[in-house]
């Protein structure tokens, strides 16, 4: 039960789109990652899942709509919403979701990490 | 599906020990409070807690030690685990949860919370 800085976490890392576990609770895990670029249009079908950003500036596409989302401000995107992030700088941000969430849905793509790694 | 300012979200409020329900997600809950003083005592037996700060600086006691937490820092209360959070000044902090967590666990209290708020 330790105290977890997201700054001393983040400076751990430096790999895109590949999301790191810094803590587990209920089932849960909580996950940092860098993001640039744009990912792939995937969904999830059975987990919602939350985005926080700690830095920079993240678009979230989604078929009807796109949101940008800058520090300080969070989305919780439900089961089932085909989603698609976008940053055009590189993006810190903290992810909130089930254990059991793949990263990409059933969608494979040269970006879908299998298994994460923890920090 | 919105995006969540949590500053925003403060501004809405200024009852502290009183925490805010801003978000669901797969049974959890996400809330917002700002406290200060000295909590009481308590543990959740069958939920996780997980503390994250932005504003301020928060102790959060346990029987065997204590830690400090700065924004930017969270930390992962197991089940089970006795705590009594501390704020010599006002503290803004986001909780994650499940969603039947008791505030005070079996400890009754007059700062204990029965419902909580959505804003």
């Known amino acids: 039960m330790n105290v977890i800085n997201l700054q ?3 400076s751990l890392f430096s790999d895109q789109w590949s999301p790191k576990i810094i803590g587990e609770l209920n089932g849960q ?3 940092l990652a860098k993001v640039q670029g744009e990912f792939v249009w995937h969904d999830h079908a059975n987990e ?3 985005f926080f950003i700690v830095k920079g500036t993240l678009k979230i596409e989604f078929r009807d709509k796109t949101v940008v989302l800058n520090p300080g401000e969070m989305i919780i995107v439900p089961r089932g919403v085909e989603h698609r992030p976008i940053a055009e ?3 810190l941000l903290m992810l909130f979701e089930p ?3 793949k990263h990409t849905g059933d969608v494979k793509h040269e970006l879908t990490v299998e298994k994460y790694d923890k920090i």
């Open 8 to 10: 001393q976490k983040f």
């Open 29 to 31: 895990e909580v996950k």
């Open 48 to 50: 919602d899942e939350m």
């Open 89 to 91: 700088e590189e993006v």
């Open 99 to 101: 254990a059991a969430i």
